[in-house]
Each structure stands twice: as structure tokens, then as C-alpha cells.
């Protein structure tokens, strides 16, 4: 447990290192300091992961002295649910967020810093931004590793809505699909960052990316139908969280990147109109 409430902030410290270094070895085209991110950022899921494991044995174990785990399972829960009750509240879902978008941050990078050698550092320091906000959030506001003053016999067990097999598969894809859209936006904004956004170089990485984020959230929207259906009945999906509707309205704008962003790739039109769609998307 230990060692899950010190990988957290020293998460937040490398983030904001690895965010500021790649913004100084950008702009003063330091090959070291760049590299000095990029393996910075590396190190930021495994950091989350060892947090992820801590958290986990918490509910697995029944360690009420935690409040998180004390607020959302019980000795009646189910084992086989803990990867439910562990993003059944706030906490565990920022830190969900914030390991989910780490690995796709480092898969970003690394499938495009040979690529794209201009634009990836301003797109890192982009993307460990967005890291260090919830990573920032979590340490000061929600650290699903709090303990408690005293360990209660029995937790407040998890939300009977959420025990259902809907519950192991939706909000996972739902999250990383609403926190993916940050991916192409920051390679779009770094390829403006380095005086790139008037050439079509991003565009197919950008645009693969856009399709990734695009995919996750779609399977992520029609599983939380699915699930609400089965629970709430007809209509429940959109009566049922804000969340759910506030995914839809990034799903509208990466549908139009997804497919204006061709038209720059054949054509070379919509180049700042499609800036502007994956901003919005990002915004929503």
C-alpha cells in the first residue's frame, strides 16, 4: 500500500518534469533534453500501474482502512467484482483515466517520434500536460489510497446498479475513449506548435489515432446502452448519468474529424477546419 501512495506523487512530479522539458527541448532544439522526456514519459505507467495494483489488493483484501475501498465494496461483494468497484467512484476512476491515457500516451510517442521528429516533443509535453491535471486532481483531491482514521468491520458495499456484466467492459471503454481524444489533439496542436500545422505531415498518424479514439468511444457508447437497457429499461441510457451524454458530443466531433480529415490527406483542404474539430472534440 505503501508504495502505491508514493508512486502517485512522484507521477505528478515526473509528468510536470517530463512536460516542461519537452516544451524547453523544443524550442531550444535540445536533442538530449527532448530524449530526457520521452524516457521520462515511459516511466509514468509503470509509476500508475504499481498504484493500480495497490488499490486493487486493497478491495481484493478487504482493507477498510482505506476509504475508497471502505466506500464502495463489502465482505458480501463478490471478488470477481473488484475491477468494478475499483472505477465504481470518482477516485478509482481518475486514476483508471490517468493509467489508461499513460499507456496510450507512451504508444503515441513512440509510434511517432521518428516520424513526426519536430512535432512529437510539443505533442509530449501536450500529453503529460493532461497528465499532470489528473495526476494533480488525484493527489490533492482524490487519492483513492486515502486511509482512514480508523478500520470500520464492513465497507458501504458498491452501487447495486453497477453488479452487472455490462459494469466489467463499458465504463472501461467508455473512459479510455473519452480521454483518448486527447491523443490526436496533441498531435494536431503540436504540429502547430512547431510551425507544421500548414503541412499534411500529422495527418496520417492524426488521423489514425482519431479512428482509435473514435472506435473506443463508439464501442463504449453502445455497451452503456446496452447495459442501461437491461437495467433501467427503455430510455434509462440517456436519464441514467451525465457522463453518458456528455459522450456522445466528443463521438459527433471525431465523427466529422474522422472524416474531414481525409479530404486534407487527398486534397489538401479543411486543414484548419480540422484543427478546429479535434479542439472541440478535446473541449467536450
Given amino acids: 500500500m505503501e508504495s502505491g501512495h508514493i508512486a502517485l506523487p512522484?507521477?505528478?512530479?515526473?509528468?510536470?518534469?517530463v512536460s516542461v522539458t519537452s516544451f524547453l527541448g523544443a524550442s531550444n532544439r535540445s536533442p538530449v533534453l527532448v530524449a530526457s522526456a520521452r524516457y521520462g514519459?515511459?516511466?509514468?505507467?509503470?509509476?500508475?500501474?504499481?498504484?493500480?495494483?495497490?488499490?486493487?489488493?486493497?478491495?481484493?483484501?478487504h482493507d477498510f482502512s482505506v476509504k475508497y475501498v471502505a466506500e464502495n465494496s463489502n465482505l458480501a461483494m463478490p471478488v470477481n467484482y473488484t475491477w468494478v468497484a475499483f472505477y465504481a467512484g470518482n477516485a478509482g476512476s481518475m486514476l483508471f483515466i490517468a493509467m489508461i491515457f499513460s499507456i496510450l500516451a507512451v504508444v503515441a510517442v513512440v509510434s511517432m517520434f521518428r516520424r513526426l521528429p519536430s512535432t512529437t516533443p510539443y505533442a509530449?509535453?501536450?500529453?503529460?500536460?493532461?497528465?499532470?491535471?489528473?495526476?494533480?486532481v488525484i493527489v490533492f483531491l482524490a487519492n483513492p489510497l486515502e486511509m482512514l482514521s480508523f478500520t470500520p468491520p464492513d465497507g458501504q458495499g458498491m452501487n447495486p446498479l453497477l453488479v452487472h456484466f455490462g459494469m466489467f467492459i463499458h465504463p472501461p471503454m467508455q473512459m479510455t475513449g473519452l480521454i483518448s481524444?486527447?491523443?490526436?489533439?496533441?498531435?494536431?496542436?503540436?504540429?502547430?506548435?512547431?510551425?507544421?500545422?500548414?503541412?499534411?505531415?500529422?495527418?496520417?498518424?492524426?488521423?489514425?489515432?482519431?479512428?482509435?479514439?473514435?472506435?473506443?468511444?463508439?464501442?463504449?457508447?453502445?455497451?452503456?446502452?446496452?447495459?442501461?437497457?437491461?437495467?433501467?429499461?427503455?430510455?434509462?441510457?440517456?436519464?441514467?448519468?451525465?457522463?453518458?451524454?456528455?459522450?456522445?458530443?466528443?463521438?459527433?466531433?471525431?465523427?466529422?474529424?474522422?472524416?474531414?480529415i481525409m479530404v486534407q490527406k487527398r486534397r489538401g483542404m479543411f486543414r484548419m477546419w480540422n484543427i478546429v474539430l479535434v479542439t472541440i472534440g478535446f473541449s467536450l
Avoid at 512522484?10 to 518534469?17: E, G, H, P, R
Avoid at 515511459?42 to 483484501?61: C, G
Avoid at 509530449?124 to 494533480?136: D, E, I
Wanted: hydrophobic share 60%.
Fill in 41 to 61: 514519459l515511459f516511466t509514468i505507467p509503470i509509476l500508475l500501474i504499481v498504484s493500480t495494483v495497490a488499490l486493487v489488493y486493497a478491495f481484493v483484501s
Fill in 181 to 260: 481524444v486527447a491523443i490526436p489533439f496533441s498531435i494536431a496542436m503540436g504540429a502547430l506548435l512547431a510551425g507544421r500545422g500548414g503541412r499534411d505531415e500529422w495527418v496520417d498518424i492524426g488521423r489514425l489515432w482519431g479512428m482509435i479514439s473514435w472506435t473506443i468511444l463508439t464501442i463504449g457508447l453502445i455497451l452503456g446502452s446496452w447495459w442501461a437497457y437491461t437495467i433501467l429499461g427503455w430510455g434509462g441510457y440517456w436519464a441514467w448519468d451525465p457522463v453518458e451524454n456528455s459522450a456522445l458530443m466528443p463521438w459527433l466531433a471525431m465523427t466529422a474529424f474522422v472524416h474531414s
Fill in 124 to 136: 509530449t509535453g501536450l500529453m503529460s500536460l493532461v497528465l499532470a491535471f489528473f495526476l494533480g
Fill in 10 to 17: 512522484i507521477a505528478l512530479l515526473v509528468s510536470v518534469y
